[in-house]
């Protein structure tokens, strides 16, 4: 099984029928990647079934930051208060999140896997791991070994652009996800499935278009610095449509930010001011 959704009630009673319909006992359960709409249920279906845990490498050093949320909001609150968001904002950020139970407790994996490894299916076929940071540090794409079936998770979906977070300024998450996005382009792959959505019939193509979205926006980033030096709020507010919802101001303020470091690693922006002030200028490169 890939990806098991929520921890809640009627999810796994709808996973147990599941089962029972296909009549198979569970005995391998893999994550795309630790987001809760992905494997918040992986805990409670490991102690019922007993099922091998995989997911990649690096899943282990995420999983304090998925189970203490405190964690997070201090990480993103400060962050964007040194990026000139308002400090309702920040303040909301560090007051209204209340951990919901159906985000279980995130476990580590029994069979942490690498890029390239395969995981066995019995017999000759396997999935084939293919690591694909970006979305998120973790993430892994999988293809199987006998339909060349590419199971992309949240790396390629068919309607959206996935989300690409803001850490800090240790991490180019878009470098990564970019590098990642390019890798499944030179798959040459068609039939893809994505965690959210309906078949994908050309994966692929589908990777390039959503290069070629992030092409555009780190333009257009770049163009709203013309008129002189900015915050990552103010970037944000002309990239993002207006009246967004503070869910997804917490999104478009990572993404922005995600964009402005990819353009600042690349040597066409700068930061200037100081760590509770910071603002993007433009090289001229
Ligand atoms: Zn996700």
Same mark, same amino acid.
């Given at each position: 099984m890939l990806d098991c959704g929520v921890e809640s009630e009627?999810? *796994?009673? %709808? !996973?147990? &029928?599941? *089962?029972? &319909?296909i009549g198979g006992n569970l005995t391998t359960l893999i994550g795309s990647h @630790?987001?809760?709409? /992905?494997?918040a249920a992986a805990g409670a279906l490991i102690e019922e079934t007993g099922a091998r845990w995989v997911m990649h490498e690096t899943t282990s050093d995420e999983i304090?930051?998925?189970? +203490?949320w405190t964690l997070r909001?201090?990480?993103?609150?400060?962050?964007?208060?040194?990026?000139?968001a308002p400090t309702e904002f920040t303040e909301a950020l560090l007051t209204d999140w209340e951990r919901p139970p159906w985000y279980g407790i995130a476990v580590n994996p029994s069979d942490a896997v690498a890029d390239d490894d395969r995981i066995s299916l019995g017999g000759d076929r396997? @999935?084939?791991? *293919?690591y694909t940071p970006g979305h998120q540090i973790n993430h892994i794409c999988l293809v199987d070994s006998r339909t060349d079936l590419l199971f992309?998770? +949240?790396?390629?979906?068919? $309607? !959206? %652009?996935?989300?690409?977070?803001?850490? #800090?300024?240790?991490? +180019? /998450?878009l470098g990564d996800y970019l590098a990642s996005i390019d890798r499944i382009v030179r798959l040459e792959t068609s039939r893809t499935h994505p965690a959210h959505g309906t078949e994908i019939? $050309? #994966? %692929?193509? $589908?990777?390039?278009? !959503? %290069? @070629? /979205?992030h092409d555009r926006r780190l333009e257009?980033?770049?163009? /709203? @610095?013309?008129?002189?030096p900015d915050t990552a709020w103010h970037v944000m507010e002309k990239t993002f449509r207006p009246n967004l919802s503070f869910l997804q101001q917490r999104l478009a303020i990572q993404e922005t930010l995600a964009h402005l470091e990819h353009l600042r690693r690349k040597g066409r922006l700068r930061l200037i001011g100081d760590p509770s002030n910071w603002q993007y200028e433009r090289t001229g490169r």
């Open positions: 009627a999810g *796994l009673a %709808s !996973i147990r &029928t599941g *089962l029972a &319909t @630790l987001h809760v709409d /992905h494997v304090p930051r998925y189970n +203490d909001a201090t990480g993103l609150a400060l962050a964007a208060g040194a990026h000139g396997y @999935l084939k791991v *293919l992309s998770g +949240d790396h390629v979906l068919p $309607r !959206i %652009s996935p989300f690409v977070p803001y850490t #800090g300024p240790e991490s +180019d /998450h019939e $050309r #994966g %692929s193509e $589908r990777a390039h278009q !959503i %290069s @070629l /979205h257009d980033m770049i163009d /709203h @610095l013309t008129a002189g």
